[in-house]
């Protein structure tokens, strides 16, 4: 289904706490201004969501038409 593992552990760990950030953010605090706009209270959950699901699969469809991988390379 996809191609091979584009993003690293680092990139991985980053974007799994990063997106857990997004999405508890406007539960956790509801009262901050900021979640009154129904896009930034959403979004925060579309991006949090995309980004645990990216750290989970191990694949960017983002990385692949600018080349980038943050995978290490194996040594051979």
């Known amino acids: 289904m996809f ?27 509801p009262a901050l201004e900021l979640w009154s706009n129904s896009l930034f209270y959403y979004g925060a959950f579309v991006v949090g969501g995309m980004m645990i699901l990216t750290a989970t699969v191990r694949f960017c469809p983002a990385y692949l038409p600018l080349g980038l991988s943050t995978c290490e390379r194996s040594k051979s």
């Not at 593992?5 to 991985?12: H, K, L, P, Q, S």
């Open 3 to 29: 191609k091979a593992a584009n993003v690293g552990n680092t990139d991985r760990m980053l974007r799994f706490v990063v997106g857990a950030i997004l999405i508890a953010l406007p539960l956790l605090m």
